[in-house]
């Protein structure tokens, strides 16, 4: 038994002489660590769009929200992210940093979404209300492709808003 393992242990130590194996196995050891923790956390990345407090152009961010059983849940986990603001201190978030999500249902590809009345109050910078409130639907329809439309409401209250996709109807 010991002159096998001496054995094993010889091929071993002329089979990581070589510096490429050596960087070869490392890297599939990573490989098999990153797929195994992909597996097991379920993460999956989402876009989200702001704009940044200078120049009134756009700052895209990508994050990685944990997946779940439930489209609802994945909507609102996005929603809620969103509603956060950008991580990049450049950056002004969408809402008023108080602003929340009250609720959230999704049926039947439409998604209501009631934000509290903080989400009103005007953004910080140069932010416009309605044009959030746009790129916030924007990005949730980005995200989710089943999703067919978006109502928001503020504090029960039907955002009457609309972009270039919706030629005049409201969303």
């Known amino acids: 038994m010991k002159t096998l393992l ?20 490392y890297l599939a050891l990573l ?4 797929l195994v923790e992909f597996a097991f956390l379920g993460l ?15 700052t895209v961010e990508d994050r990685m929200l944990p997946r779940s059983a439930s489209r609802e849940l994945d909507i609102t986990r996005y929603v809620e992210e969103a509603l956060l603001g950008p991580v990049s201190p450049d ?18 590809g439409v998604v209501y979404a009631d934000l509290s009345e903080t989400a009103a109050l005007p953004p910080p910078g140069e932010g416009d209300l309605f044009l959030n409130l746009l790129t916030l639907r924007q990005g949730i329809r980005r995200n989710f492709s089943y999703i067919k439309e978006v109502k928001l409401f503020i504090s029960g209250h039907e955002m009457q808003i609309s972009g ?4 005049g109807k409201s969303i």
């Open 6 to 25: 001496k054995k094993l242990w010889d091929l071993l130590k002329s089979f990581f002489r070589d510096k490429r194996r050596r960087r070869l196995v």
């Open 31 to 34: 490989l098999i660590f990153a």
């Open 44 to 58: 999956v990345r989402r876009t989200f769009v702001f704009y940044s407090g200078m120049d009134g152009s756009t």
């Open 91 to 108: 950056s002004a978030p969408l809402f008023f940093p108080e602003a929340r999500l009250v609720s959230l249902l999704y049926r039947d």
């Open 164 to 167: 270039p996709e919706d030629q």
